[in-house]
């Protein structure tokens, strides 16, 4: 990677079963444009979590996003709801 190109990752719906995150490589060679393209995987990201939560419990063993990290994401998604301003909003959100 050099300062003239850029990774793009597209994270599908969740609610699409089986479709793949794909990842695309933007840049400049020699004066030309090029992009690559890579399909990550098919599995669905939510079932990854369950899965891996699963095995911590089963195992002991520290989830890679603890509490306090979990919290601090929904704080973080409250504000961009809450800059958005959609209607009807409420809760710890508009505060």
Do not use: W
């Not at 891996?52 to 195992?59: A, N, P, S, T, V």
């Not at 601090?72 to 009807?88: C, N, Y």
Request: glycine content about 8%; aromatic content about 10%.
């Amino acid at each position: 990677m050099s300062a003239e190109s850029r990774v793009r990752i597209q994270f599908p719906s969740p609610y699409l079963r089986h479709f793949p995150t794909p990842v695309e490589v933007q840049g400049m060679e020699n004066g030309s444009e090029y992009r690559k393209r890579v399909n990550v995987g098919y599995a669905e990201s939510f079932i990854q979590e369950l899965l891996h939560f699963h095995d911590c419990i089963h195992h002991d063993r520290e989830p890679e996003t603890d509490a306090a990290e979990g919290k601090d994401d929904i704080a973080f998604l409250q504000k961009i709801f809450a800059e958005a301003s959609p209607e009807g909003l409420g809760g710890e959100a508009i505060r």
